[in-house]
Structures are given as C-alpha cells and as structure tokens.
C-alpha cells in the first residue's frame, strides 16, 4: 500500500523564519493533502493539491507535488509560534475508496 | 466550515469491559465515515471506513468483532471497543467528508483517548 513518508520527523526554528516539510509517497494519486495536528487534537485540513497541479498556496503556506519523483513540499512562510504543531501528508488511495493514506509526520517547533 | 464532534473527549475504563465512542456530523450529512487510530507520536492508521446503512469496511489486520461499528443516522457513526485490554489503550479519531463542499477533504473530529488500565 502506498504512504507518504515525511521529512524531517522532527523540525526547530525561530519565528519568522521559514519552515519547509517534505513527503513521499509510493504509487499514483489523485490527490495529496496536508493537515496540521496540535498535540492531542484531531486534524485540520491545510491544503489540497491535484495531481495535475504543480504548486498551490493558501496564504502563508505554499505546496509543490512533483508526481514524477513522487513528492511534494509545505513551506510555512514567516513562521509563527502558534504554527507549533505536527504536519501530515495524506495520499487519497483513489479507486474510489475515498480513502487517506497519512504519512508518519514532522513534529515542527517553532521557537519565540 | 464542516463540524464533527466525538464524545466522549477521553474515557479510562477497565480491561475487560466495552467503550463506545461517537462521531456526529454536525452541520452536514455525511454517508461515510472514517476512523483512525493513533499511537503517541505516530501517525493516523485507518481502521475502517463506516457506511451508512451497510457494513464498515475494516482494513487487514483490524478484528472487526473487536471494533464494531455502526452507522445508523446520517449523521452519527459509533466505534465499539469490545472487552477493551491495555493494547487497546490509544488516541481514536474520526473524519466525514462534507460532499456539499468537496469529495475530497475529510474533516476530523477532536479526538477520543481511551486508557485502559
């Protein structure tokens, strides 16, 4: 089965600075997605990217998908502190399951 | 913007005994439903997806006698841990698409954490 794969597990930086976060996944998609998850909550839906897209943005986030290599990128512009949070990738399995495959996550940290 | 709730927010119980936890769409219908486990620091496993008016799909390897699901309302799906033991312990989320904005995104709900001692 496909999953994305992200990395780094684990990110540090300071507010205002940039924060970029990566995934891989394994077989074709229809779609791929990213959701932020603060401790022990459940998930927010970020951002959708098709997979005849190649770079979409929704504020301070911008998302590439690279479907030949198989990945895409989040960058989190001008980080904040409330940006603190785990970010997943989700591959929509497609055949019509309407299923999601998460990816294992970046814990991102960012410092005041 | 879509809303799902689940209920309880956290339950402790005793190995051996069942938990049932809820997920509500509140503000739109939604004929499938999603839940997820989640382990400390890892990331969300699908454990079935929940139809409404038929039976959940589980994926490999989730025991189906031991997470019953039903989804008897449009709006209401419930995840059964039956005689819970400690393995059982573990973040429970849910998620329902909102076909009336998008057949894609899935909003989740908070979350349930289940200990079992």
């Known amino acids: 089965s496909q999953q994305g794969e992200e990395d780094p597990q684990a990110l540090s930086i300071q507010e205002g600075e940039n924060a970029t976060m990566n995934c891989s996944y394994k077989t074709s998609i229809n779609n791929l997605q990213w959701y932020r998850q603060n401790s022990g909550r459940g998930l927010v839906h970020l951002i959708l990217?098709?997979?005849?897209?190649r770079e979409k943005h929704s504020g301070r986030l911008r998302v590439t998908l690279d479907t030949s290599k198989k990945s895409s990128s989040l960058l989190i512009t001008a980080s904040r502190a409330a940006d603190t949070a785990s970010y997943f990738c989700?591959?929509?399995?497609?055949?019509?399951?309407?299923?999601?495959?998460f990816g294992k996550g970046t814990k991102l940290t960012v410092n005041p | 913007g879509a809303v799902v709730s689940q209920h309880p927010s956290w339950v402790i119980c005793k190995s051996g005994t069942s938990v049932k936890i809820e997920c509500r769409s509140l503000d739109f219908q939604a004929t499938t439903m999603f839940w997820y486990r989640q382990f400390p620091k890892q990331s969300l496993m699908l454990m079935a997806t929940?139809?409404?008016?038929?039976?959940?799909?589980?994926e490999q390897g989730v025991e189906k006698d031991k997470f019953l699901i039903n989804h008897a309302s449009l709006t209401l799906s419930t995840l059964t841990v039956t005689s819970a033991h400690p393995e059982d312990s573990s973040f429970y989320i849910c998620?329902?698409?909102?076909?009336?904005?998008?057949?894609?995104?899935?909003?989740f709900g908070p979350g349930t954490r289940l200990l079992v001692l």
């Open positions: 998620s329902a698409r909102d076909f009336r904005t998008s057949r894609e995104t899935q909003y």
């Open positions: 990217i098709r997979s005849n897209e």
């Open positions: 929940s139809n409404e008016g038929s039976k959940a799909t589980y």
């Open positions: 989700a591959t929509d399995a497609g055949g019509g399951s309407e299923k999601l495959v």
